[in-house]
């Protein structure tokens, strides 16, 4: 059961997740997404490093924080598609995907941990990268 989120009062910034192809939150607050991808290092993810933040579900609708999660304090480098094919089970892109690495292109997950559930709330501001909350 999602918890009121007033308990996680002192994080004020928000990742956004993009679930329009993919419900990648829900897998995020079910546990079964452990590592959130990006194409570059020059993202919201890299400026949270070992950080609380919320998960703001965003590409369905109406924005909405959805939950919190610690983010690792290094990323993971995936240099190749057989790296990032290994991960597969915890990053949950499917091959073809739009979020899948691109031929010669790296790829850079972020392991989520401490992921809790909280009941959803319009952030103050959304940017492209992360919310205000």
Same mark, same amino acid.
Request: hydrophobic share 30%; with cysteine.
């Given at each position: 059961?999602?918890?009121?989120?007033? #308990?996680? &009062?002192?994080?004020?910034?928000? @990742?956004?997740?993009?679930?329009?192809?993919?419900?990648?939150?829900?897998?995020?607050?079910?546990?079964?997404?452990?590592?959130?991808?990006?194409?570059?290092?020059?993202? &919201?993810?890299?400026?949270?490093?070992?950080?609380?933040?919320?998960?703001?579900?965003?590409?369905?609708?109406?924005?909405? %924080?959805?939950?919190? &999660?610690?983010? &690792?304090?290094?990323?993971? %480098?995936?240099?190749? !598609?057989? !790296?990032?094919?290994? /991960? !597969? #089970?915890?990053?949950? %892109?499917?091959?073809?995907?739009?979020? /899948?690495?691109?031929?010669?292109?790296?790829?850079?997950?972020?392991?989520?941990? /401490?992921?809790?559930?909280? !009941?959803?709330?319009?952030?103050?501001? @959304?940017?492209?990268?992360?919310?205000?909350?």
């Amino acid at each position: 059961m999602p918890q009121p989120h007033r #308990n996680q &009062a002192m994080i004020t910034c928000s @990742v956004n997740v993009n679930d329009s192809t993919q419900d990648f939150t829900g897998q995020i607050l079910r546990g079964e997404k452990l590592v959130e991808t990006r194409d570059t290092l020059n993202n &919201a993810l890299q400026g949270v490093l070992g950080q609380r933040v919320g998960i703001t579900r965003t590409g369905t609708g109406n924005t909405k %924080v959805v939950g919190y &999660a610690t983010v &690792a304090m290094q990323p993971i %480098v995936y240099s190749t !598609e057989a !790296e990032f094919r290994r /991960d !597969e #089970n915890k990053h949950l %892109v499917i091959q073809g995907s739009k979020y /899948d690495i691109k031929p010669g292109k790296m790829k850079f997950g972020y392991v989520l941990t /401490d992921v809790v559930a909280v !009941e959803p709330f319009t952030p103050k501001s @959304v940017g492209r990268k992360y919310s205000t909350i």
